[in-house]
């Protein structure tokens, strides 16, 4: 028997699976994608008092501060009807974001004693960090029920579009995920960075006051208010406050949200799959 | 008799790894001087070749740094070489007792985790979960943090979670060397086990004398670079030889 005839059935290790493939791959490991998550969970307020009422605590303590300053300090919600359900809408949706995002960033640095030990499809650990956060906000979603019901705004037939919103939402989230996790493999400071990208995003994604208070005068250039409303979660934080307050909402806003968010998802998945082999070697 | 098929294949593989503290001097000095390649680079494995066969256990030797865990990070898949291609016939698990998983969650929640990871089935996972952690006689501290263990209780959670998918190829990195007597005995005959179902081990240890017993083959590298590679008694004969002089 010669050599030839036996590499025959060997297979190069290091390729990278086609798109197809690795999908399915991924696709087959989708327990791992959930275990991950429920695993962060129980350890992240561990060592709490509380534990895992910091869930429901965070977020609220955080609509708490919000309403205080913007609400009774600065005046913000003159006009406003319901300021309180408005602004823990936009709070909760901008959060789910910037957790996913920020979350993102570190789901590949760490982790490096997983990398370092096992195989899998690399792009499952942005993917469960994305899911961990969803979980919570299941939490939070609750509170906004409660919350619409507690201020008169009940329950509404458009709650039945929710699942839809945070599809769309997710596709958004997991995007930035992926971009951010490779950006941080690559540039360690890239994880100290985001989270003071997304507290200045916050003030022009209307979450705590409308930007169209800001944007709707004269004075403003059409090229600043395009790149304005070209932010997706400005059209995101709207879709939600549609759902709960039934605030008016676009057909064409939520079309350019859904191609936004998907644009995302594409890019992202793409810019971290390039550098699938790369992960954990430092 | 026949020759068994190959089962691993290594062929002229260079690798080599990026230090990430020597990152910021490398941009500094770069934006600085405007030369450099702004990377500082380990040449870890420098052109080494080889074939194993199935059934084959082979073990590999040679002093500190001389690139023998880079290797098998290569060979279990999770380092691409720089140069030069490495063919398999089926997935490799590494066995290492470097890394921990997950080291705040507990054992029992790294074996779901780990063996997820390596593609098992939930349903499947928990028709052995009461075997692996019988394998790894952790008893109550099998719920404790993987943290609070020490490298022998890591080594058994670790081998329990690379054997159970029955791996073609296990990939074994110092994770016998930590454990009592009573675990080596029982890995070992795991690993028969694994070898005559036609599987492959290849295993980096200090201890010789678990080469002598263990592996009918071993590789000396040095430097990077293969020293020797031949039946496991004669190889480490050779090394003990040049280490003392």
């Known amino acids: 028997m010669t050599a030839t005839e036996n590499a025959t059935a060997l297979r190069p290790l290091h390729t990278q699976a086609p798109v ?17 998550p429920v695993e962060q969970i129980r350890a992240s307020h561990q060592d709490t008092l509380l534990g895992n009422i910091w869930h429901l605590g965070n977020p609220m303590l955080n609509v708490a501060v919000y309403y205080l300053v913007f609400g009774l300090m600065l005046n913000t919600d003159r006009g406003i009807r319901n300021f309180i359900l408005w602004l823990t809408v936009g709070v909760f949706a ?18 490096q004693g997983l990398l370092r030990s096992l195989r899998f499809p690399r792009a499952l650990l942005p ?19 409660v919350l619409a019901v507690g201020t008169g705004e009940g329950v509404s037939r458009r709650w039945l579009a929710l699942p839809f919103v945070i599809l769309v939402h997710t596709m958004l989230n997991l995007g930035g995920a992926f971009i951010t996790a490779r950006l941080n493999d690559s540039f360690r400071d890239v994880e100290q960075i985001v989270p003071y990208m997304f507290r200045l995003l916050r003030y022009v994604s209307g979450v705590m006051f409308p930007i169209e208070r800001y944007l709707d005068n004269a004075t403003t250039a059409p090229y600043i ?48 799959r390039r550098a699938e082999l790369r992960y954990g070697r430092s | 008799m026949a020759v068994p098929p190959l089962s691993i294949s290594v062929r002229n593989v260079h690798i080599e790894y990026e230090l990430y503290s020597d990152r910021r001097a490398a941009i500094a000095q770069r934006l600085i001087t405007r030369t450099g390649t702004g990377r500082s ?17 082979v073990g590999v030797i040679g002093s500190n740094g001389s690139g023998k865990s880079t290797l ?29 998983l997950l080291p705040r969650a507990s054992g029992y929640r790294n074996i779901r985790i780990g063996c997820l990871a390596l593609g098992m089935s939930s349903q499947e996972i928990d028709a052995r979960l ?10 109550e501290a099998i719920h404790r943090p993987l943290r609070t263990y020490s490298s022998g209780m890591r080594a058994r959670l670790h081998f329990a979670i690379a054997t159970s998918v029955e791996p073609k190829i296990l990939l074994i990195d110092e994770g016998l060397a930590v454990g009592d007597r009573r675990f080596r005995r029982k890995s070992n005959q795991r690993i028969r ?15 010789l004398g678990e080469i002598r017993h263990t592996c009918d083959r071993a590789l000396w590298i040095e430097q990077g670079k293969l020293v020797a590679d031949g039946e496991a008694n004669d190889v480490v004969d050779a090394y003990t030889e040049a280490s003392e002089r």
């Open chain 1, 20 to 36: 197809d493939r690795y999908l399915a791959d991924m696709w087959s490991r989708r327990d791992f994608a959930v275990a991950m």
């Open chain 1, 94 to 111: 901008y959060r789910l974001t910037q957790a996913s995002v920020t979350g993102g960033a570190r789901s590949i640095s760490r982790n």
């Open chain 1, 127 to 145: 993917v469960s960090e994305v899911i961990s956060r969803l979980l919570t906000f299941g939490f939070e979603l609750g509170v906004l029920a």
């Open chain 1, 225 to 272: 208010q395009r790149i304005f409303n070209l932010n997706p979660l400005v059209d995101l934080v709207n879709l939600y406050r549609w759902v709960f307050l039934g605030l008016p909402m676009e057909l064409f806003q939520v079309a350019q949200l859904v191609v936004v968010s998907s644009l995302v998802l594409m890019v992202g998945f793409w810019y971290f």
């Open chain 2, 41 to 57: 680079v380990v040449r870890a494995v420098r052109g080494i070749s080889f074939d194993v066969r199935e059934g084959e256990a």
């Open chain 2, 72 to 100: 098998f990070s290569a060979l279990a898949g999770l380092l691409a070489p720089a140069r030069g291609q490495i063919l398999v016939s089926g997935e490799p698990t590494l066995l290492g007792v470097g890394a921990s």
């Open chain 2, 130 to 139: 009461p075997e692996l952690i019988e394998f790894t006689e952790l008893g």
């Open chain 2, 193 to 207: 086990g694994l070898l005559d179902k036609a599987g492959t081990l290849m295993m980096v240890t200090h201890s």
